[in-house]
């Protein structure tokens, strides 16, 4: 933030700077003539004018040219700071892959490593060989550190490491980019069918991909957005399955799946596909860690026990239970596939929607308005024509000057003239002298005045349109982030507002103050003698035809100049989020070329750009060169009874208007050019937008109740509803557990709840619709605890109270409720970006406590503690227990031992809820999809 408010100030300054400098050579001008003439000494026309246009020349130089690369000088000096701490960054230290000559391995010694002061592995000591090595321990731990840790990701502090044979590794939030599921899949990897194809079955994703149109070609969203997280995790594992490496390290990637997911996927990936390599898989199930080769187990950053399961001693698992499965037939699991509820586009990665042809009136309309309307516009456009009539009689002034102080030589000269007639003329002198002097200042003080009320308006609309923006972006309908990519947006907020932020400010009032200098040039001329417009007229005509053909051109370059960004913002954002991926896959290079290929498309755009208005610029001074040499060869060439004074002032006011014209006409095709950026601004500030509107009835809810009626959503693209016909009734109160396979539509439910997307029929709360309540008010009153922990930048507090709601020592006690006290050591504590100094777990606990503390009647769990070991898993379970009792509360689930308690189990198949019943009495249903579930994962 204060990068931004740095480079806004060296905007305004340079701003300033060029306004000063204009002023500045003028009055020097003034100050100049005056001084001559108070020493005593005579002026003549030539030299009058030859000093007039050198300083129209200093104008430029002193009023515009230095200011203008002071202040890029300023933004060079500002980026390089921005680069430099980036470029002196600590850097990993570079190891080359060790050729596995022998047996793979992986060995450390006593290794400990810090990140900012933190000591996060203390002492570890393991050796690690073929088969399968199971590393577990509670949340925060440092199981994911120390997968890092071995990938060389994190630097040791002391200690050693040796590792021999080729890495491959599978995050444990997966990372997907944008671009097909095939090509996330293969990642720069050589395609081989017979693996390919293999991989796909042992990760179970053959039914996923027959369901959609494009099949492995479907276009995957940012952040995986148009997947399951189930379908992410499985994407993500197949990446790493399907590279052909000696070591595995998968990190805690069976987690986010259904309990017989998990167990297929273990069976056939982990046991049979990977069982001659060394795989080192996080996981928390018992049942997993039973059957591993070797067991590290952790707890705080320290190895505690380790060996075979049967050697491990017990007491270090802090809690966790086996998780007793009966006998599975795995033909039967392999026929149980997934199925998939989300919607696929066909869409290309990062492609927008183009306009054409000129950019429409309206959308200079609402810029105006943004600005503060057409009236206060209208009363900027009279400053400038108030400041142009003075400039314009000063300017006849002073060649009326020059002439009466050549009239006044001549009458020295002639002893016969009249003294009363002398001193009448040197009076009139005098006068005339006195009255361009009172008028240079008024102009000048008009030029500051002008300027700032037009720099005030561009900001305001700049501003008002961000504003816009932003409130629309954040409130649009859901639809709206799953068909446009982050690169997209972010291309609209940075690229199109930077050039309405600085970019317009400078054209406005540069082309408005050419335009009138321009006409008031026009118009000097034409007091002298109007046959002189007739050429002047032919001039502007010719470059008003030039500038009508350049314009489509330079404008359609700067809409492709901003549209080939995207992918180039789109691809960084994308390979920063799976940096630990990248790099562990070896895949700098193909990222970097990748980054480049943008680079270069954005770049070639941009020069064309430039080098189309370098060429527009060159013909246009070829065509003011051949005016001036016109209007010269008249006064050279042909008899004309104008005066010296007159003519200077022709000549002057020629090499101005040929320099503004031109100007002028290069700051009107500018214009258009950037308005393109305002026209892309303006199309997200009508984008459809949530209804908000709604009534707000107190004390609701006060029960809880819920109430579905024949609910059905449909996602845009789709063909069938996602979830079809659903009607169920929840008491005050109850626990309810929704369970099914991957896919199913759990979490859609939910988002029908929270209205995220509109869904056909009736939803009550309390007997109230939903639909009939406004939408702020509504997700006030329900608390949710997400899939995915959302942490945002800023601290503890901001975090947990993000309204400022309760005081210290409420938030406390509810840091002390979800069990973090200990992680935490004052609520001042700063959240790196996306909560990347806490694990997946510990983030979930904060998310807890950010649901606990608003005290809401009814709470929803969406697999809430997917990435916990079992042990903090049921602590949690006891606290929401606890600090819910007397709510209702929602809770999708994969481990069903934690539902068996709940009052009701709703179970979804394809989008149709099939089962809605106590969970014991559809454990009595032995044809039951809930009792073919718990088959496969029962409670203890």
Known sequence: MKEIVSMMRIFYVNYVLVTIGIITSKITFLVLILAYIWLGNTTSTEMIFYVLSLFHQLTTALGVMLPVNMGKVAQFRAAFIRLNKILQAEELEKIDEEKCTGNPHIEAKAASVKIDGKEVLKDVTFEINFGLTIVSGLVGAGKSSLLKFILRDYPMTNGRLNIAGSISYASQEPWLFPSSIKQNILFGEAYDKARYNEVLKVCALEYDLSLLDNGDETIVADRGQNLSKGQQSRINLARAVYRKCDIYLLDDSLTALDRHVQEYIFNECVQKFLKNKVVVLVSQNSKQIDKADYVIMMDQGMIVSAGKPEEIDKRKLNGIKALKNDDIDDEVVKKEVLETEQQFTKKKVYQEKKKEGKVDLEVYKKYFRYGGGFLVFALIICLYILAQVFESVADKLLAKWIDLQQKVLDMQSNSTINAT?????????????????????????????????????????????????????????????????????????????????????????????????????????????????????????VLVAMRMGYIPTSRSLKRLEAATRSPLVGHINSSLEGITTVRAFKAQAILKDEFDKHQDLYTSALFTLRVTMTAFGFFMDFV????????????????????????????????????????????????????????????????KQESITGREPKNWPKDGAIMYNNVSLYYENTKSPVVRNVTFQIKPRERIGIVGRTGAGKSSIISTLFRLYDCEGRIDIDHVDIKEVSLKYLRSKIAIIPQDPILFSGTIRENIDPYKTYPDSRIWETISKVKIKGIIPNLDMTIQDNGSNFSAGQKQLICLARAVIGKCKIVVLDEATANMDPFTDKMLHAVIEEVFSDCTILTIAHRLQYIMDCDKVIVMDNGELVECDNPKDLLQNQSSLFYKMCKQSKRD
């Open 624 to 687: 003011c060169t051949i005016f001036t040499i016109l209007i010269i060869s008249r006064f050279l060439f042909f008899e004309h009874d104008i005066s010296a004074g007159n003519v200077g002032l022709v000549l002057n006011q020629v090499f101005m208007l040929t320099d503004h014209v031109q100007w002028a006409i290069r700051q009107w095709a500018q214009l258009e050019n950037h308005m393109t950026s305002v026209e892309r601004a303006l199309e997200y500030t009508v984008i």
């Open 421 to 541: 007639v002398f001193e009448d003329t040197a009076s009139l002198k005098d006068n005339t002298f006195g009255m361009y002097t009172t008028l240079t200042i008024m102009k000048s003080v008009m030029g500051l005045v002008k300027y700032y009320a037009l720099l005030r308006f561009c900001r305001s609309a700049s501003v008002k349109i961000h504003n816009a923006m932003s409130s629309c972006v954040v409130n649009a309908e859901m639809k709206f982030f799953d068909n446009h990519f982050i690169g997209n947006i972010l291309n609209r907020f940075s690229y199109d507002l930077n050039n309405i932020d600085e970019s317009l400010p400078f054209v406005f009032p540069i082309l408005i103050s050419v335009m009138f200098t321009c006409m008031g040039s026009a118009i000097v001329v034409a007091t002298v003698n109007w046959v002189l417009l007739i050429p002047c007229s032919a001039f502007f005509a």
